[in-house]
């Protein structure tokens, strides 16, 4: 009985340790093919301002855009801005998958939000030993005076 015992709980534990292993994979996998359709959105995204750029560079051929001395004039060349939109694409991939992580963390901490956490709170001393705090009753008082010990 306590061989088989033995026998199921190793196989629980081998078990649960291929379950682990299985949904280390399947999160890889799902965050792999997440980065991969970001990543397709932000070079369609590229694709289709390097076309309006092309388009609007056509259009504007020898016509001066703006003026040199106006105070409020683009102060960052287009190479610097097609850097910066490329941070911001990449740090709300980060955040998406923060984000998701976090969700997936919220669900296991609800699973196991039943157990108990901390230290156990002691038993307070009356309960403990109830003969040392009670008040001695009359019995007790009256032959505790014929057998008090003489000192």
Not at 34 to 49: F, L, S, Y
Not at 140 to 148: A, D, G, L, W, Y
């Amino acid at each position: 009985m306590v061989k088989s015992k033995a026998e199921i709980e190793c196989n629980l534990t081998e078990k649960e340790h291929q379950l682990n292993l299985i949904k280390e994979k399947l999160k890889i996998k799902n965050l792999t093919e997440i980065i991969e359709k970001k990543d397709q959105k932000q070079e369609e995204a590229e694709r289709e301002i390097t076309l309006s750029q092309e388009k609007l560079s056509k259009d504007l051929t020898n016509l001066l855009i703006f003026d040199a001395n106006d105070p409020n004039r683009p102060r960052f060349t287009l190479r610097e801005l097609q850097k910066v939109l490329r941070e911001k694409n990449e740090l709300t991939i980060k955040l998406d998958q923060t984000q998701d992580e976090l969700e997936q963390l919220k669900n296991q901490d609800n699973l196991n939000c039943g157990e108990v956490q901390g230290p156990i709170n002691r038993e307070p001393e009356e309960k403990l030993d109830p003969a040392s705090k009670q008040p001695q009753s009359g019995i007790r008082r009256f032959f505790s005076k014929f057998f008090r010990k003489n000192v």
